[in-house]
């Protein structure tokens, strides 16, 4: 599995930059764990899988009990892959990416640059404002997202989303999707796409690592200057002002 993988590259990274785990929290909409080397802290976010059931922060002392774990455990989960995000987080900070201001922003002009009005563009997860985006573009944009349904706006529930993947040409995948059991199966049906990119502030990871995977673009935020104290009492909006990357695996 995916994850797996990103677990065993995170893990690798870790010993090899004498990272140690500082801190991790459970919040509302956002998980965060903070590792640090005593001379940089980096830290990485997930989304809260909140409304699938009950989250309680996990007894994790190191690391190494994060990314060892291999439960079902929704709460684990969001915790580890906010730890291979703030280990990537790591990694970008010693190489910094090509920033740019606005996530969102520059999501939909690639996007828009590599489609056109025929290609069929399907996001697992409901990236709103770029959706809005490409839709004002005449872009041909289907939704598929567990968390709500909007059949008169085109957001259809996860069922249908491997039967979509299979026929699209370009797939965008939420980083949260990393949390669950899917991500990999997604791959394997999307064989027709040719851009499948992973997005949001829950793919903070080190592009590098997703690179013998089908996945040719990871966007996501570079939070070298977003502290856990901002992340607990700024609204949701509030993190994307943080620069960004768009970059190939």
């Not at 990485?44 to 409304?51: C, I, N, R």
């Not at 190494?64 to 703030?86: G, M, Q, W």
């Not at 041909?140 to 996860?158: M, S, T």
Request: hydrophobic fraction near 40%; charge should be neutral; glycine fraction near 4%.
């Amino acid at each position: 599995m995916i994850l797996d993988i990103l677990k065993q590259q995170a893990l690798q990274s870790a010993k090899k930059n004498s990272l140690t785990l500082k801190s991790f929290k459970i919040c509302e909409p956002f998980t965060y764990v903070e590792v640090t080397n005593k001379t940089k802290t980096s830290i990485g976010v997930a989304l809260s899988p909140s409304d699938e059931g009950d989250l309680k922060n996990n007894n994790f002392k190191s690391i190494e009990d994060i990314l060892e774990d291999d439960s079902f455990n929704l709460a684990s989960r969001a915790i580890i892959l906010a730890t291979i995000n703030a280990i990537g987080q790591y990694e970008l900070q010693e190489n910094p990416p090509l920033l740019k201001k606005n996530l969102r922003v520059e999501s939909c002009e690639f996007l828009l640059e590599n489609s056109t009005k025929e290609d069929k563009i399907v996001f697992i997860g409901n990236l709103k404002p770029v959706i809005k985006k490409l839709k004002e573009n005449s872009r041909d944009v289907a939704v598929f997202c567990r968390r709500k349904k909007e059949l008169n706006n085109e957001v259809y529930n996860d069922i249908f989303e491997y039967e979509a993947v299979s026929k699209a040409d370009i797939v965008v995948i939420t980083g949260a999707a990393l949390i669950g059991s899917t991500f990999d199966a997604l791959l394997k049906f999307a064989t027709k796409a040719k851009i499948i990119m992973v997005s949001g502030f829950s793919a903070g990871l080190n592009p590098i690592w997703l690179k013998n995977s089908n996945v040719t673009h990871v966007a996501s935020l570079y939070l070298k200057d977003c502290s856990k104290e901002k992340i607990e009492k700024n609204p949701f909006e509030d993190i994307f002002e943080n620069s960004c990357y768009l970059q190939k695996t």
